[in-house]
């Protein structure tokens, strides 16, 4: 889900804050700020310790803003990490060394700029919406406070502009010690949880103090259980919620608790997932999807044995096991996911 820190003139970003926004957020990292009258981007910085030897030459002096990337869609490659310089086209964004009027950073899934190929494709849903919205409004955007906030409602996310002389954010951004953070991502020495050879980070500011549970009903025609199993019923199936809020005493005991218990009330192994959008009343889109796929099977590395989207309800259902639920978010892509049982 990437995080965006912004710090303005003469304050100092503790190197804690770096170091757990990378550990959670480590398909690349960008740093923009004010250089003698332009906005000066090194990006593509690939390992941590790239990141630091980059942020040694940046002037504490100056406004500066701090991208770190987890892929969503664009390949993981220097050039699509951020901040991005607004422009029209791909290749421009590409520069990992440039000066600019004018620098973009993205923390967020926009669907509607996503790319079909996902995580294989050559740009990202930040570089779409930048080169087809940002770019054309450009300097606007900096004093208009009705367009940064059709831009946050459109897209349900946040964003970080800066041009020579000043840099502001749009959406939601926590505020400490007046350095502002996208996310509560930097504030935790995160707990790894591994599925094969990838490892997830909890991001919840909220950490795991108990399983949280909550049960509502919801109609599904159809419903794949994968390995050649359906259970075509078209009666009201009950969602058993499980919140993975993890925190320094979550261990693998607590996990079986939760496991046993979620079984205890009817959910199944292996565990069948439905992905809501978050945004209930529009429901999942089929781009949503491809992205949820995509992020869990091609990111994370979880194997499903079976898949199912359901486009009379906006519901995505996914066959797991159960020692890939405890790599996920609780957020995934533009969705939250809950239990079937």
């Known amino acids: 889900m990437c995080i965006i820190i912004v710090a303005r003139k003469g304050l100092k970003v503790p190197m804690e804050h770096f170091k757990n926004s990378w550990d959670v957020n480590s398909d690349g990292a960008g740093i923009a700020y004010n250089d003698n009258g332009v906005v000066h981007i090194k990006k593509g910085l690939m390992t941590f310790d790239d990141f630091q030897k980059a942020l040694s030459e940046v002037p504490v002096a100056s406004d500066r803003m701090f991208h770190f990337r987890i892929a969503t869609s664009g390949k993981i490659v220097p050039g699509v990490t951020h901040p991005y310089p607004v422009e029209p086209n791909y290749k421009a964004m590409y520069n990992t060394d440039v000066y600019t009027s004018m620098a973009c950073a993205h923390n967020g899934i926009i669907s509607w700029c996503a790319p079909q190929k996902g995580l294989q494709e050559s740009f990202s849903d930040s570089m779409a919406f930048i080169a087809g919205y940002v770019h054309p409004l450009r300097d606007s955007i900096m004093h208009n406070t009705a367009l940064q906030e059709l831009i946050s409602k459109a897209t349900g996310s946040k964003f970080a502009f800066m041009t020579s ?80 809020y993890l925190d320094n005493d979550f261990d693998e005991d607590d996990f079986q608790a939760m496991k046993d218990e979620a079984i205890s009330s009817g959910a199944s192994e292996p565990v069948v997932l439905s992905f809501l959008a978050k945004d209930k009343d529009r429901g999942l889109s089929y781009l949503d999807a491809e992205a949820i796929i995509d992020f869990l099977c091609s990111d994370l590395e979880i194997v499903a044995y079976g898949c199912d989207f359901d486009d009379v309800h906006k519901v995505m259902y996914m066959v797991v096991d159960w020692n890939s639920v405890v790599v996920m978010p609780e957020h995934v892509c533009n969705s939250t996911w809950s239990v079937v049982s």
């Open 165 to 244: 002389d000043e840099v502001i954010t749009v959406g939601d951004f926590v505020n400490a010690n007046d350095i502002l953070y996208s996310n509560t991502t930097y504030k935790y020495a995160p707990i790894a949880y591994y599925t094969k050879n990838r490892k997830f980070y909890s991001d919840d500011d909220d950490w795991y103090d108990g399983c949280g549970y909550g049960v509502y009903n919801h109609t599904s025609p159809y419903v794949s259980y994968g390995k050649g199993y359906t259970n075509k019923n078209e009666q009201k199936a009950e969602i058993v919620s499980l919140t993975s």
